[in-house]
């Protein structure tokens, strides 16, 4: 099995309305953001965070899949210890249809 390159490793989706019909045309995301999209959909209402996937800038990917039409709400949730704070857990809040999916081939 050939490894795939960043550009080859897709997900597209419809985003859903209510009445599971899509809302427009399909979206499509590359690379990295495309990996999100994938672990936001497999992680459904627990979300995923940066404590669990150290060093992506998992901010900037969830920002560009809102940017591409689908919604992912921010949890601020407290940090405790020496460093606290708080740190965002990223839900999936859009419905979708996966039409197609190539981000775990070749891995």
């Known amino acids: 099995m050939t490894k795939l390159n960043r550009n080859e490793r ?3 989706v419809n985003v859903l309305n209510d009445n599971n019909e899509p809302c427009g045309l399909p979206v499509t995301l590359v690379g990295r953001e495309a990996q999100t999209l994938r672990k936001l959909i497999d992680a459904g209402e627990s979300g995923i965070s940066s404590l669990d996937h150290p060093g992506i800038r998992l901010a900037h990917y969830c920002m560009k899949i809102r940017r591409a ?3 992912v709400e921010t949890v601020k949730t407290p940090q405790r210890g020496e460093f606290g704070g708080w740190y965002g857990v990223y839900k999936l ?6 039409l197609e999916d190539n981000t775990r081939a070749g891995a």
């Open 69 to 71: 039409g689908v919604t």
């Open 93 to 98: 809040r859009s419905h979708v249809a996966v």
């Open 10 to 12: 897709n997900i597209r």
